[in-house]
């Protein structure tokens, strides 16, 4: 039961186990270092012990399925020179200065990496480290090597908050294949201007389209680093931007009607005690409750022409006479849903095309 190597499967031929306590599902096993003469590294004087301190230490392979916990019994030295009193503490190879886990969990939490399914935080988790731990760990021991440069590249962002430098990763896409070419821990400037710099220009310079959503600093990296490149604002970016146009448009005119019927109400009260309340008008309860027509995208709208009753008009009505009513409160809202079909329209052509060329 001494041999260190053997139980934990960690080399250190100079520790040895002085007891073993198991509590439930938890082995907690005692550990210390065999005493020999040390000298000061400084000065080369002997160095007396100053007592023991235990050290607890946390152990993420199991042992026979019990949880594992060390306590190293950790000697303190120091210098027997008045003038010097030079101060040290006893090493150990399996578990780094200041660590409270063995660096076997450096290696465990590389290979957690390997499940694409897993994140920063779960693996953290997991081995009791932070997230800036876990990332650090799997930078220093990982390397991936940047992908060449397509004429078509794609960049995003990715949320991690894992620190306040690191909130927002960049990625780099191939376009057409989808396939990643760089992870980039940050999107700041101070980590992609670098980054950018470091690529040869002429790889540079071969890229045609950079493919992003409409953050600025985006789109700026046509003119800071690809020269002969056009920036492409992806379709899904576009269109979420048409439909918050519109929708702006709409409540633009939902808030005028407000207005409008906030004054027919104060000019009908003569008694400030005793209000006039005016029922909803006709405009205001149309925006309010059916402007997802103009919003949606007409291919996903179940229209039903078979009425049913209203109850604010109080007669019969189907999407049609809904739709019609918004088109009559303002005729640019059928221009504005007619340009945007026009939009989703060309995508899905140019897409088509694009899969055919692929065949």
Same mark, same amino acid.
């Given at each position: 039961m001494?041999?260190?190597?053997?139980?934990?499967?960690?080399?250190?031929? &100079?520790?040895s186990?002085?007891? +073993?306590?198991?509590?439930?599902?938890?082995?907690? +096993?005692?550990?210390?270092?065999?005493p020999?003469?040390?000298?000061?590294?400084?000065c080369?004087?002997?160095?007396?012990s100053r007592?023991?301190?235990?050290?607890k230490? #946390?152990?993420?392979?199991?042992?026979?399925?019990?949880? /594992?916990?060390?306590i190293?019994? =950790?000697?303190r030295?120091?210098?027997t #020179?008045?003038?010097? /009193?030079?101060?040290?503490?006893?090493? %150990?190879? %399996?578990?780094?200065?200041?660590? @409270?886990?063995?660096?076997?969990?450096?290696?465990?939490?590389?290979?957690?990496?390997?499940?694409?399914?897993?994140?920063?935080?779960?693996?953290?988790? @997991?081995?009791?480290?932070?997230?800036?731990?876990?990332?650090?760990? %799997?930078?220093?021991?990982v390397k991936? *090597?940047?992908?060449?440069?397509?004429?078509?590249?794609?960049?995003?962002?990715?949320?991690? *908050?894992?620190?306040?430098?690191c909130?927002?990763a960049l990625?780099?896409?191939?376009?057409?294949?989808? #396939?990643?070419?760089?992870?980039?821990?940050?999107?700041?400037?101070?980590?992609?201007?670098?980054? $950018?710099?470091?690529?040869?220009?002429e790889?540079?310079?071969?890229?045609?389209?950079?493919?992003?959503?409409?953050? &600025?600093?985006?789109?700026s990296?046509?003119?800071?680093?690809?020269?002969?490149?056009v920036?492409v604002?992806?379709?899904f970016?576009?269109?979420?931007?048409?439909?918050?146009?519109?929708?702006?448009?709409?409540? =633009?005119?939902?808030?005028?009607?407000?207005?409008?019927?906030r004054?027919?109400?104060?000019?009908?009260?003569?008694?400030?005690?005793?209000?006039?309340?005016?029922?909803?008008s006709?405009?205001?309860?149309?925006?309010?409750?059916?402007?997802?027509?103009?919003?949606?995208? =007409?291919? #996903?709208?179940?229209?039903?022409?078979?009425?049913?009753?209203?109850?604010? $008009?109080?007669?019969?009505? &189907?999407?049609?006479?809904?739709e019609?009513?918004?088109?009559?409160?303002d005729?640019?809202?059928k221009?504005f @849903?007619?340009?945007?079909?026009q939009?989703?329209? $060309? &995508?899905?052509?140019?897409?088509? =095309?694009?899969?055919?060329?692929?065949?």
């Amino acid at each position: 039961m001494n041999s260190i190597t053997d139980l934990l499967d960690l080399e250190d031929v &100079n520790i040895s186990i002085s007891s +073993i306590d198991i509590e439930g599902q938890t082995k907690t +096993i005692y550990l210390e270092s065999t005493p020999e003469a040390h000298f000061c590294p400084c000065c080369g004087f002997r160095m007396h012990s100053r007592g023991t301190k235990n050290r607890k230490i #946390n152990h993420p392979i199991l042992q026979d399925n019990y949880k /594992l916990v060390i306590i190293l019994k =950790q000697r303190r030295w120091r210098c027997t #020179n008045p003038d010097c /009193l030079y101060d040290i503490s006893d090493s %150990f190879k %399996f578990v780094s200065k200041n660590r @409270r886990t063995t660096n076997a969990t450096d290696m465990l939490i590389v290979d957690a990496y390997r499940n694409l399914d897993e994140s920063t935080t779960s693996i953290s988790k @997991r081995f009791h480290v932070s997230d800036t731990y876990a990332h650090d760990v %799997f930078d220093r021991y990982v390397k991936l *090597d940047r992908l060449p440069l397509t004429d078509a590249i794609s960049v995003d962002e990715v949320f991690l *908050d894992m620190d306040d430098n690191c909130k927002y990763a960049l990625v780099i896409q191939d376009f057409h294949t989808g #396939n990643p070419i760089d992870l980039l821990r940050s999107r700041r400037l101070n980590v992609t201007e670098p980054y $950018f710099a470091s690529i040869p220009p002429e790889e540079r310079n071969s890229v045609k389209y950079l493919i992003s959503d409409m953050y &600025n600093p985006y789109i700026s990296y046509v003119d800071k680093y690809f020269p002969n490149a056009v920036s492409v604002v992806d379709s899904f970016h576009v269109l979420q931007w048409i439909t918050h146009s519109i929708d702006n448009y709409m409540r =633009q005119l939902l808030k005028k009607y407000r207005q409008r019927d906030r004054e027919r109400q104060e000019q009908l009260t003569t008694d400030p005690m005793h209000p006039v309340q005016l029922p909803i008008s006709d405009e205001v309860y149309i925006l309010q409750k059916y402007r997802w027509l103009i919003l949606s995208n =007409q291919s #996903n709208i179940r229209y039903h022409s078979d009425p049913r009753i209203d109850k604010h $008009f109080h007669v019969l009505m &189907n999407t049609y006479d809904y739709e019609n009513w918004l088109f009559r409160i303002d005729p640019y809202l059928k221009d504005f @849903r007619y340009l945007k079909k026009q939009y989703v329209l $060309f &995508n899905s052509q140019q897409w088509r =095309q694009s899969d055919c060329c692929a065949y």
